[in-house]
T-cell receptor
Framework: GENVEQHPSTLSVQEGDSAVIKCTYSDSASNYFPWYKQELGKRPQLIIDIRSNVGEKKDQRIAVTLNKTAKHFSLHITETQPEDSAVYFCAANTPNFGNEKLTFGTGTRLTIIP | GAGVSQSPSNKVTEKGKDVELRCDPISGHTALYWYRQSLGQGLEFLIYFQGNSAPDKSGLPSDRFSAERTGGSVSTLTIQRTQQEDSAVYLC?????????????FGNGTRLTVT
């Protein structure tokens, strides 16, 4: 089955600097890679996703890149702000004739230092 | 509209007892997932329901765990003879469509503590 690895497990950056979180996946059939943000005590929520037919996607201060050949994808947050502090999870799908499940990474706890 | 609802929000139980956790997905969502999140850990896949198809139970950690989804809506996750290692937050998520990469909508979870 799919195996998703995520690094680093914790990350502290100065407010205003950039943060990068990296994930690798094992199943070459995976074609959908979402990122979820979980603030303390809250439910995970989708912040951005990318499909395998594109290499990069941006949404304001966040961007995702995908390298299908190397089977890795990354989340980039620029001009970080205190509200970016949270746990971020990457995920990859396991396609199966219209059904699919998401396998998540182990999460990255991002702390923005004011 | 209402989001994914889980109950109870917290459950403390004695080792060896059975527990039932409930999930009410968003109306019309055909896909329903259960994940487990242990303290400081990632989201561990447990089981996935999609419409009338047979559920994907590949993530259930032991035969003490079972889940059902009645009428394509409400789901219950049952843990029999609970153990301390079962202590975790159990998250339910639903999704409206299949095969088109719809986002998962998570509930707030049930925090299970086995004493």
């Amino acid at each position: 089955g799919e195996n998703v690895e995520q690094h680093p497990s914790t990350l502290s950056v100065q407010e205003g600097d950039s943060a990068v979180i990296k994930c690798t996946y094992s199943d070459s059939a995976s074609n959908y890679f979402p990122w979820y943000k979980q603030e303390l005590g809250k439910r995970p929520q989708l912040i951005i996703d990318i499909r395998s037919n594109v290499g990069e996607k941006k949404d304001q201060r966040i961007a995702v890149t995908l390298n299908k050949t190397a089977k890795h994808f990354s989340l980039h947050i620029t001009e970080t702000q205190p509200e970016d502090s949270a746990v971020y999870f990457c995920a990859a799908n396991t396609p199966n004739f219209g059904n699919e499940k998401l396998t998540f990474g182990t999460g990255t706890r991002l702390t923005i230092i004011p | 509209g209402a989001g994914v609802s889980q109950s109870p929000s917290n459950k403390v139980t004695e080792k060896g007892k059975d527990v039932e956790l409930r999930c009410d997905p968003i109306s019309g969502h055909t896909a329903l997932y259960w994940y487990r999140q242990s303290l400081g850990q990632g989201l561990e896949f447990l089981i996935y329901f999609q419409g009338n198809s047979a559920p994907d139970k590949s993530g259930l950690p032991s035969d003490r765990f079972s889940a059902e989804r009645t009428g394509g809506s409400v789901s219950t996750l049952t843990i029999q003879r609970t153990q301390q290692e079962d202590s975790a937050v159990y998250l339910c998520a639903s999704s409206p469509l299949t095969g088109v990469h719809s986002p998962l909508h998570f509930g707030n979870g049930t925090r299970l503590t086995v004493t």
